[in-house]
């Protein structure tokens, strides 16, 4: 069964970095075609696509956000870690990882993580 | 970046209505296409992918059609269970995008 974890801070001040962690199990990200991405929701909001990466180290950006986000992966811990710098208000989210089904250029996300909310506040 | 325009963005039904749902895609996407449901306060899932092949253990009154831009989502008779807000997402791009939503609410 896999299953994906996220964890980090639930408040975060404007400026500062945050660093998510995505704890998964059921799978190795060192195994050919896996992958795994970060997805948020702002509250009432839609879904938005932020980074992902692959198997063999490969990394993918949102556009928009590309200059703030780093993802990363450590194999041995089966986690995958996104920092996003300069950090504000609108990045209040809900923050989530998923696997990545391999559907081509991208795929579809299954599973998903619960989510973790995190407010940018002073 | 492709963009994916939902619609409508929300819409009230009965329980027993067909319920169509549609995401019109800013260039091809050759059926590069998932649709997911959201409940409040849930992480979403996957109904559909490859814009008409069922995920494992959705029940089979959802159903998605479409090619080239246009795609549709359709639900044949609306359960209590379904109430909830649908997304639509292209993985066409190695940079994948979703639709802005939408909720479907009790008549």
């Known amino acids: 069964q896999v299953t994906l974890r996220e964890s980090g801070p639930a408040v975060v001040k404007p400026t500062q970095t945050l660093t998510l962690t995505c704890t998964f199990s059921?799978?190795?990200?060192?195994?050919?075609?896996?992958?795994v991405t970060w997805i948020r929701q702002p509250p009432g909001k839609a879904l938005e696509w932020l980074a992902r990466?692959?198997?063999?180290?490969?990394?993918y950006y949102s556009t928009s956000l590309r200059t703030r986000l780093t993802i990363s992966k450590d194999t041995s811990k089966n986690q995958v870690v996104l920092t996003v710098t300069n950090m504000d208000p609108v990045d209040t989210a809900t923050y989530y990882c998923?696997?990545?089904?391999?559907?081509?250029?991208?795929?579809?996300?299954?599973?998903w993580g619960q989510g973790t909310l995190v407010t940018v506040s002073s | 970046d492709i963009q994916m325009t939902q619609s409508p963005s929300s819409l009230s039904a009965s329980v027993g209505d067909i319920v169509t749902i549609t995401c019109r895609a800013s260039?091809?996407?050759?059926?590069?296409l998932a649709w997911y449901q959201q409940k409040p306060g849930k992480a979403p899932k996957v109904l559909l992918f490859?814009?008409?092949r069922l995920q494992s253990g959705v029940p089979s009154r959802f159903s998605g059609s479409g090619s080239g831009t246009d795609y549709t989502l359709t639900i044949s008779s609306l359960q209590p269970e379904d109430f909830a807000s649908y997304y639509c997402?292209?993985?066409?791009?190695?940079?994948?995008?979703f639709g802005q939503g939408t909720k479907v609410e009790i008549k």
């Open positions: 998923a696997r990545l089904q391999y559907g081509g250029n991208s795929g579809w996300f299954d599973p």
């Open positions: 059921g799978f190795s990200l060192s195994v050919t075609g896996m992958c």
């Open positions: 990466i692959d198997w063999d180290d490969d990394k």
């Open positions: 260039q091809g996407i050759s059926n590069s």
């Open positions: 490859g814009a008409s």
């Open positions: 997402q292209q993985y066409y791009s190695p940079l994948p995008t």
